[in-house]
């Protein structure tokens, strides 16, 4: 099957919460309040519980707690809001897969990781809405879901990692293109804004060259992700090249510090977004 027959088969099986899809259409009408927003997030009890547990999480360290979705939405801001609701609700979809193909666990921190990292960076280099690269860096890979779901034998294949096989390569040679392809053709048919999807096609330097800060924020944050999780395979800056960071105007200092605050950031960040947490609804 091609990418997109993967995708399609996908969309016909995992749904994002209504809530999402809702906010989204709002976000893209012009007379949309602020308190429109709010309404819909304060109708299911899950996605509202959330979004103040990310708005009071370290993520932002706000002097003060806030109590209110429209408090959120007014400090984060309304895009950033959407990005922090839509990175849950695709992670709640996939909350009821098998975990007795892959590492669900594993999988998860792998994609909290890259998030944080991502995030770091963005903010580092001044990007706007750097919860648009937290957004990627924890979707990348929702193609590996996908195959967990319809081709799982296959899914098991590409799990077999080793200090000379990475990830993309397992992949290009078991299927003949990347989970990130998947993952960018379902945001595609979910409705999720073209720059998302696009900066998550590009996620791997070896496969597709980086055009934008943000595509290039991504492929460092990926193999930096990818070394820091499976430590027992690579080396913290293995595949990692001076110019994927120069090019950012950060020194290798930088990527560092990001490592740390990554780490530190993890377990806190993971009790959020893995569907682990989602138990309770």
């Not at 992670?91 to 007795?100: Q, S, T, V």
């Not at 996620?203 to 492929?219: S, V, Y």
Request: proline letters at 4%; a negative charge.
């Amino acid at each position: 099957m091609k990418v997109q027959d993967y995708a399609v088969k996908a969309d016909n099986v995992f749904v994002l919460p209504e809530a999402v899809t809702k906010i989204k259409q709002l976000i893209d009408d012009d007379s949309t309040s602020m308190d429109d927003i709010a309404e819909v997030i304060n109708y299911d009890p899950a996605i509202m519980s959330q979004v103040l547990k990310i708005s009071n999480s370290a993520l932002y360290k706000f002097p003060s707690t806030i109590t209110t979705v429209s408090k959120a939405i007014q400090v984060i801001g309304t895009r950033s809001v959407y990005d922090l609701v839509l990175a849950y609700g695709v992670a709640y979809a996939f909350k009821d897969l098998n975990k007795d193909v892959i590492d669900l666990d594993k999988f998860w921190e792998l994609g909290v990781n890259c998030a944080l990292l991502a995030k770091y960076f963005a903010e580092e280099i001044g990007i706007k809405e750097p919860e648009k690269l937290f957004v990627c860096g924890l979707l990348h890979n929702i193609g590996e879901l996908v195959f967990v779901q319809v081709a799982p034998n296959l899914a098991q294949k590409n799990t077999l990692l080793s200090t000379h096989k990475r990830p993309v390569e397992l992949q290009k040679k078991n299927l003949g293109f990347c989970y990130t392809d998947i993952s960018a053709e379902l945001l595609k048919l979910w409705g999720i804004p073209d720059d998302i999807s696009q900066i998550v096609a590009a996620t791997h330097a070896t496969d597709r060259e980086a055009t934008t800060p943000e595509q290039k924020i991504l492929q460092l944050s990926y193999v930096l992700a990818l070394n820091n999780v499976y430590a027992d395979f690579y080396v913290k800056h293995d595949g990692v090249t001076p110019n994927m960071y120069e090019d950012l105007g950060l020194q290798i200092e930088c990527v560092d510090n990001a490592l740390d605050f990554s780490n530190l950031q993890l377990m806190s960040a993971m009790a959020i977004f893995s569907p682990s947490s989602f138990a309770m609804f």
